[in-house]
């Protein structure tokens, strides 16, 4: 499996070992972070795979252009880009999509979008694109629910189910379960 050119935007926490993963099987992979020390340890875990890390804000916009347009520079075309940024950056994802499709109009490229929340409708509402040339995968994380008790994912079955996501052909992939909504921890 190759996976070309890939960007990771929130990587570092949670979905480390997804972004493991993807610097294993991808020809570059370009994890962006907000916390130095998560990258540095992300780095040294996943550094001889070819793994390269930066620190991004996600909330500003031009700086996250920037950075897209110098990895599509430097590293040719972008294959896929997997994301899991919070509400704090409401306009990095149609960036990110925006930018990416307009970089390399003519060539069809994958987004990975990672969501959780609490608010059910937050993850359920699909993520539109307005790009031709954009294949959207949504990756829905709820709680894992027994008819007794109930328990958040943990960062191995977010990671497994991002995989999951990036090898499979669904364009939306439910990580535990949404329902019932009201029991969640």
């Known amino acids: ?3 070309g050119h890939v960007l990771v935007f929130g990587g570092t926490g949670m979905l480390q070992e997804a972004t ?10 370009i994890a962006f972070g907000r916390n130095k020390q998560r990258l540095s340890r992300l780095q040294g875990e996943y550094g001889e795979h070819g793994l390269e890390v930066r620190a991004l804000d996600y909330t500003d916009n031009e700086r996250l252009k920037q950075e897209i347009s110098h ?49 059910l409708d937050r993850i359920i509402t699909p993520v539109k694109s307005t790009e031709r040339n954009c294949i959207i995968k ?18 191995e079955e977010i990671s497994r189910g991002t995989i999951q996501a990036i090898k499979g052909n669904k364009n939306k992939t439910i990580v535990g379960t ?8």
């Open 20 to 29: 493991g993963w993807i610097a294993k099987y991808a020809e570059h992979t």
């Open 1 to 3: 499996m190759n996976l």
């Open 138 to 155: 949504e990756v829905q994380l709820g709680f894992i629910y027994n008819e007794n008790t109930s328990r958040w994912l943990t960062h």
């Open 71 to 119: 990895s599509y520079v430097r590293h040719g075309s972008i294959n896929m880009v997997v994301a899991w940024i919070h509400g704090t950056a409401p306009r990095a994802i149609p960036t990110i999509m925006k930018q990416v499709s307009e970089l390399q109009e003519n060539k069809q490229w994958t987004f990975v979008i990672i969501k959780s929340s609490g608010n």
């Open 178 to 185: 949404l329902t019932p909504w009201n029991q969640r921890p």
